[in-house]
């Protein structure tokens, strides 16, 4: 199935992968569940820019805060495949963030 490009998804990707310090850096300002460990996952919500990449998928970064400031860049992030553990898509994602909240996961949003 391809995924429709511009599409708000939650993309699951390794905690490992998502924790890296240069990964990290430029996650910190996009919406991203943290679950208490020892949860292996972490969900990123993010727009789809591209996925047929045979690298990876890539995702746009700083979406909600451009749109509040478009002086804010949008930056695109390439996910290796071997790093994406589940890929949701879904109108409702808006409602997803909120549960995660509700569940006890941190979403990191700057």
């Known amino acids: 199935m391809r995924l429709k ?9 390794k905690k490992s992968w998502a924790e890296l310090r240069a990964i990290r850096q430029f996650l910190c300002h996009s919406a991203v569940a943290e679950a208490s460990p020892p949860d292996e ?4 919500f993010a727009r789809v820019l591209d996925d047929t990449d045979e690298r990876g ?3 746009e970064l700083n979406t909600k805060r451009h749109e509040k400031d478009p002086k804010v860049e949008l930056q695109a992030l390439l996910i290796p495949w071997e790093s994406v553990l589940a890929v949701v898509v879904g109108d409702q994602l808006a409602c997803a963030q909120k549960e995660a909240e509700e569940f006890g996961f941190g979403l990191s949003i700057k």
């Open 41 to 44: 996952g972490r969900t990123i």
């Open 5 to 13: 490009q511009n599409s708000t998804t939650a993309v699951v990707v």
């Open 57 to 59: 998928l890539w995702i």
